[in-house]
T-cell receptor
Framework: GAGVSQSPSNKVTEKGKDVELRCDPI?????LYWYRQSLGQGLEFLIY????????KSGLPSDRFSAERTGGSVSTLTIQRTQQEDSAVYLC?????????????FGPGTRLLVL | QKEVEQNSGPLSVPEGAIASLNCTYS??????FFWYRQYSGKSPELIMS????GDKEDGRFTAQLNKASQYVSLLIRDSQPSDSATYLC??????????FGTGTRLTVIP
């Protein structure tokens, strides 16, 4: 079956512009995560959606970042007034839980470059 | 102090040897622990999860968890050149937040 997909795969934007990144999780996965990974760094948690519950936004670095998940499926991460330090790979992952164990699948990521 | 700490390496082992990757975490209440493999330019892929103290084996991989010492490790037996990658340790604290280490880069020398 199809895995997690993300679009666009690459995005180059100018400082101050807004960008939208999209994530299509695996069908049936109730949990969805957004992370970002800067060059040579580990993954930084941004936001978590679980079913219809209120999202955990504790990882969003500033109020320029927001995300939504419509209908419990597709998610959009929006960065307003982009800054050069926002340049990173933005990764989405969806997961399911079976017999108490969670399995998380990552999408290919969106490489964002802010000039 | 970071939530999850790993030796960044690089760790080099000869083909056929055992590679040992280590990770410590700061939140004593953490319950879920994961090892991911990330090839250069690719997304992480889950290779092992462990939830209780002790060892968990899956093929050539063994995850070891010691909650008292706040330590989780990954052993790769009979290392192959295709195992060369960055290995990320991740720890779930609370209900949602998954903290990743910065990864250990492993090189298996043919």
């Amino acid at each position: 079956g199809a895995g997690v997909s993300q679009s666009p795969s690459n995005k180059v934007t100018e400082k101050g512009k807004d960008v939208e990144l999209r994530c299509d999780p695996i069908s049936g996965h109730t949990a969805l995560y957004w992370y970002r990974q800067s060059l040579g760094q580990g993954l930084e948690f941004l936001i978590y959606f679980q079913g219809n519950s209120a999202p955990d936004k504790s990882g969003l670095p500033s109020d320029r970042f927001s995300a939504e998940r419509t209908g419990g499926s597709v998610s959009t991460l929006t960065i307003q007034r982009t800054q050069q330090e926002d340049s990173a790979v933005y990764l989405c992952a969806s997961s399911y839980r079976l017999a108490g164990e969670e399995t998380q699948y990552f999408g290919p990521g969106t490489r964002l470059l802010v000039l | 102090q970071k939530e999850v700490e790993q030796n960044s390496g690089p760790l080099s082992v000869p083909e056929g040897a055992i590679a040992s990757l280590n990770c410590t975490y700061s939140d004593r209440g953490s319950q879920s622990f994961f090892w991911y493999r990330q090839y250069s330019g690719k997304s992480p892929e889950l290779i092992m999860s462990i939830y209780s103290n002790g060892d968990k084996e899956d093929g050539r991989f063994t995850a070891q968890l010691n909650k008292a010492s706040q330590y989780v490790s990954l052993l790769i037996r009979d290392s192959q050149p295709s195992d060369s990658a960055t290995y990320l340790c991740a720890v779930k604290t609370g209900a949602n937040n998954l903290f990743f280490g910065t990864g250990t880069r492993l090189t298996v020398i043919p």
